[in-house]
């Protein structure tokens, strides 16, 4: 059964780092790209970024671009999205998402066919 399982999750104070994480299961991160989204209360599912399969070429929303970074680690089979200089806004239920080869849609949640269950983060004080 293939899986997305996301972790890192949790609360932190405005301003802070958090390290949210990717792990594949049943199959081979390498040959997907993975994109990253976030949904809050009452708001529509929003496309943070994404990165390529194989190449690890990104792509990031202006919103968060210089805060946000995405990474790959083949060998652990997991992507990264670190977070920094978070601000309550970025409050939200983060999810990250994989689409066989090269997606030309990075930002929109139709372009992915495989989910992950989702990781709260909150940034309060």
């Known amino acids: 059964q293939l899986q997305l399982v996301e972790s890192g999750g949790g609360l932190v104070q405005p301003g802070g780092s958090l390290r949210l994480s990717c792990a594949g299961s049943g199959f081979t991160l390498d040959y997907y790209s993975i994109g990253w989204f976030r949904q809050a209360p009452g708001k529509e599912r929003e496309g943070l970024g994404c990165?390529?399969?194989?190449?690890?070429?990104?792509m990031y929303r202006p919103s968060v671009e210089g805060r946000f970074t995405i990474s790959r680690d083949n060998a652990k089979n997991t992507v990264y999205l670190q977070m920094a200089s978070l601000k309550p806004e970025d409050t939200a239920v983060y999810y990250c998402?994989?689409?066989?080869?090269?997606?030309?849609?990075?930002?929109?949640?139709?372009?992915?066919?495989?989910w992950g269950q989702g990781t709260q983060v909150t940034v309060s004080s």
């Open positions: 998402a994989a689409e066989p080869g090269t997606v030309v849609t990075c930002f929109s949640a139709l372009t992915y066919n495989l």
């Open positions: 990165i390529d399969s194989r190449g690890g070429g990104t």
